[in-house]
Structures are given as structure tokens and as C-alpha cells.
């Protein structure tokens, strides 16, 4: 298990150095639930990776500390490959949410000291800028379509170029995506709230919502738009064909994808770019997709989708079929995931757009970073690793409070997809 250099090997010193002492889980809640995972080496050098899955946090932590972390003491912290083939493929039981986001956690820690050992920024041990900055968008919502279109009005007026837009629908009490006054954050509540959903509701409204916005905002700003799973294939299609005039960048997660063939009906009937995979974990489960083409951009992040060491071949494969990225950024993922992400971005060839939504205050005054938002693009920073650290005082004031994703039934009581 730990590869011990033979004595008198050159890089027996630097070996000794990369050495892994201590593992450790923070799980705090500065306004929502993290979970991170800090790797140390013997020279003092350490890494910080995301564990975070939303609603389900202690499960990955104790998958962590019970499984994993005694694992990693006595290890290489160089060998970043031999580490994720022995948490993916020594394991029996492999892939799944929480086995992929806690493999994420140590990909992501380790690669951050591969960095900070080496003095690069991430992105240059990835391969090199491709481009100055990640395009971004952000959410706007509204109560109705007016409440909507002033929202992304906003957006477009603090510089984005592209925004995901989601509306009320009239008749549906808690339509996906909508806040109540402060930042949109769907885990509400310790045991999960039950929403009511109209399918034939929302397929009147949505193609409206995007009529008025070309209407009110023109064809120069981005558009995009989130299902969150809630249509039939062929209902799916149905809205892909009706959103056509008004040029969307892309239409998320139209139908629930375990069927990964069910995307073939949608792709039948319109040209709407399709963007799937925030939920995925692993290149297994959008297999199909990529390679027949039937989506455009790949949502599956580090976090949730085993670390940089994955990701990377899941976008070399997508590069292939000239599927590009486009990585979930709710504020669910950590500053720890949009630096990791950013720099991954900054690298990939074949970049879509990143999502953002800004973390709160006290998120990032518990993460510090270096990224920033200028012009509607992120910018990584230039300082070695991912550029995110934790201020473990700061984050041991913010206890783990419980909270669940809420749940969908239709209007008759049958369970639905959230
Ligand atoms: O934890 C669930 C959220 O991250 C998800 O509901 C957000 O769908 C989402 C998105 O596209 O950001
Ligand atoms: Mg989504």
C-alpha cells in the first residue's frame, strides 16, 4: 500500500516530503452545509478538496473518515493516479454519488499540493492556459415572467453575457428554481418540503417566459433554462422544439437521463442544445450520450464526478464527439469546486461556460480565494494549487446544521422527479 522508496533512491528526500500524515473532514455551515477534506504531507504542505453533496453531507464524511482516510496515511501524495485507481478500482463497490464525491475530495487535495509543491497554479500542471477567462452564468428568477425578465435585466446590467432563466408557474405553488427574497437555496429544511407539479402548467409558460425575454433583452445575452428533470422524453421534446425561436444556449436536464436512450426522442424532434450531468459521477453514465451526440454540454463536475483526474478524461472523451463543458456551480458546490473548476476551465479545449452563483459572505470569508468575476467571465488566480484555503477557526463557528432537497408530487399525490 505505501510505496516506500528503496534506500539510496534520488527521490527518496522528496519522497519523505510528499509523505501523508493526516487526513481530516471539516463539515461547517457558514448560511449551508460543506464538506471538506484537508490532506497534510510530513514537509507541512497540505490540500484542501470538496466533499460536498447536498442534502446527503454526512454520508460522504463518514465515508471518508471511516474508509478512506486510513488509507492515505503513510501515502505518496505525488502519486495522484495509483491513489484514485486504488479508491475507484480497489474498491468493490465503486461509483455512486458519495464513493465519486469522496474520491473527488482526494483527487482535488492531492492535485492542490502537486501545485503548491511544484509552485504552479493548477491550470499550468493541466496543460496551460487556453483561454484569459471562464464565460459564466448566473440564475435569475422571478415570482412571474415580468419578475423574471427584470431579474435577468440586472444580470446583463452587472456584466454577464449569459444567464439561466426560471419563472413561477402560474397555478404550481413552489416551481423549481424560484427564491424567496434571498439567494436561491433549494435544501430548506431538515426533513425535505413537498412541491406540487403541473406539467401542462409549466409547458404553457415556459416558452412565454422566453418570448418575453428575447422581446425585453435581444438576442445578444445567453440564454438558458433548467427542467431539473421534470418531463417525459416526449414531453421533453415537445418544449426543446417549442423553445427553438428564441435560441436558447442550452436546455438543461429536460428529462431524467438513467435512460440514457431516451435523449435519442428529444434530439428527433429540435435543434435546442442540450446540456445534462451535474448529477452524474462518472464517464459510465453519460456513455451513450456523448458518443451518439445526443447532448451538446456536459454538466458532470469535479466534486460529484471523482476529481480532476476523472473529469479530465470525461472531457477528452466528450472533446471526441464535440461535446463541450459546462460544470455545475450552485452555491451547493464549495469554493474549493469552483477554484478547482476555474482552473480546469481556464485549461479545458473544449470549454462551454461555467455556472455561477455567488457564495455567501460568510462562505467566503470561511474560503478564502482568489478568483474573481470581471465582465461576466472568472478569472483564476495565479497562486500554486487551486487558490482556495479554509479558515478552520472561522469554520468551526458554523455548526453542521441538517437540511434536505425538497421532493415533487403531481397534482394527484404521485411522486415526481425534484
Ligand atoms: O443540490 C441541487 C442543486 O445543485 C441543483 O438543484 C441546482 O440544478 C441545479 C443547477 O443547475 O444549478
Ligand atoms: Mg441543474
Given at each position: 500500500m505505501n510505496q516506500k522508496p528503496e534506500s539510496g533512491h534520488p527521490e527518496q528526500g522528496a519522497s519523505r516530503d510528499r509523505e501523508i500524515v493526516d487526513a481530516r473532514v471539516i463539515v461547517t455551515c457558514p448560511g449551508r452545509n460543506f464538506?471538506?477534506?484537508?490532506?497534510?504531507?510530513?514537509?507541512?504542505?497540505?490540500?484542501?478538496?470538496?466533499?460536498?453533496?447536498?442534502?446527503?453531507?454526512?454520508?460522504?464524511?463518514?465515508?471518508?473518515?471511516?474508509?478512506?482516510?486510513?488509507?492515505?496515511?503513510?501515502?505518496?501524495?505525488?502519486?495522484?493516479?495509483?491513489?484514485?485507481?486504488?479508491?475507484?478500482?480497489?474498491?468493490?463497490?465503486?461509483?455512486?454519488?458519495?464513493?465519486?464525491?469522496?474520491?473527488a475530495a482526494v483527487d482535488v487535495a492531492l492535485w492542490d499540493i502537486l501545485g503548491k509543491m511544484a509552485g504552479l497554479p493548477l491550470y499550468r500542471l493541466l496543460g496551460g492556459r487556453s483561454r484569459e477567462g471562464a464565460l459564466v452564468y448566473g440564475h435569475a428568477n422571478g415570482s412571474d415572467i415580468g419578475e423574471a425578465s427584470e431579474a435577468v435585466g440586472r444580470f446583463i446590467e452587472q456584466g454577464f453575457r449569459a444567464v439561466r432563466a426560471q419563472c413561477g408557474v402560474p397555478g404550481v405553488k413552489k416551481a423549481y428554481g424560484i427564491s424567496s427574497g434571498r439567494a436561491y437555496e433549494p435544501a430548506e429544511s431538515e426533513l425535505p418540503v413537498e412541491t406540487v407539479w403541473s406539467t401542462p402548467k409549466y409547458l404553457e409558460t415556459a416558452p412565454k417566459l422566453f418570448e418575453r425575454l428575447r422581446a425585453d433583452h435581444g438576442n445578444d445575452v445567453e440564454l438558458l433554462h433548467d427542467v431539473h428533470h421534470r418531463l417525459t422524453p416526449i414531453e421533453a421534446a415537445r418544449l426543446a422544439r417549442d423553445l427553438e425561436p428564441h435560441r436558447l444556449f442550452w436546455l438543461e436536464d429536460a428529462t431524467p437521463a438513467e435512460n440514457q436512450k431516451s435523449f435519442e426522442l428529444i434530439r428527433k424532434h429540435s435543434v435546442t442544445p442540450l446540456a445534462v450531468g451535474e448529477v452524474f459521477n462518472s464517464i459510465w453514465d453519460?456513455?451513450?450520450?456523448?458518443?451518439?451526440?445526443?447532448?451538446?454540454?456536459?454538466?458532470?463536475?469535479?466534486?460529484?464526478?471523482?476529481?480532476?483526474?476523472?473529469?479530465?478524461?470525461?472531457?477528452?472523451?466528450?472533446?471526441?464527439?464535440?461535446?463541450?463543458?459546462?460544470?455545475?456551480?450552485?452555491?451547493?458546490?464549495?469554493?474549493?469546486?469552483?477554484?478547482?473548476?476555474?482552473?480546469?476551465?481556464?485549461?479545458?479545449?473544449?470549454?462551454?461556460?461555467q455556472e455561477y452563483m455567488f457564495h455567501s459572505d460568510e462562505t467566503d470569508a470561511v474560503f478564502p480565494h482568489d478568483y474573481v468575476l470581471r465582465d461576466g467571465r472568472l478569472y483564476c488566480g495565479e497562486s500554486p494549487g487551486h487558490g482556495v484555503d479554509i479558515d478552520e477557526a472561522l469554520a468551526a463557528k458554523f455548526p453542521y446544521a441538517p437540511k434536505q432537497l425538497p421532493v415533487a408530487r403531481l397534482e394527484d399525490g404521485t411522486m415526481w422527479d425534484w
Open positions: 464538506v471538506t477534506l484537508k490532506i497534510e504531507t510530513r514537509s507541512g504542505v497540505y490540500g484542501l478538496g470538496d466533499a460536498t453533496l447536498n442534502g446527503r453531507e454526512l454520508a460522504v464524511a463518514a465515508y471518508l473518515q471511516e474508509h478512506v482516510v486510513p488509507n492515505l496515511i503513510g501515502r505518496d501524495a505525488g502519486r495522484i493516479e495509483d491513489t484514485w485507481q486504488f479508491l475507484y478500482r480497489g474498491a468493490y463497490w465503486r461509483r455512486g454519488p458519495v464513493t465519486m464525491t469522496a474520491i453519460c456513455k451513450h450520450l456523448i458518443e451518439q451526440q445526443l447532448i451538446d454540454y456536459i454538466r458532470t463536475t469535479i466534486v460529484h464526478g471523482g476529481g480532476i483526474t476523472h473529469v479530465r478524461r470525461l472531457a477528452d472523451f466528450a472533446a471526441l464527439h464535440q461535446v463541450r463543458t459546462g460544470f455545475h456551480g450552485a452555491t451547493d458546490l464549495s469554493p474549493v469546486c469552483m477554484g478547482a473548476a476555474l482552473h480546469f476551465d481556464t485549461w479545458v479545449p473544449n470549454f462551454g461556460i
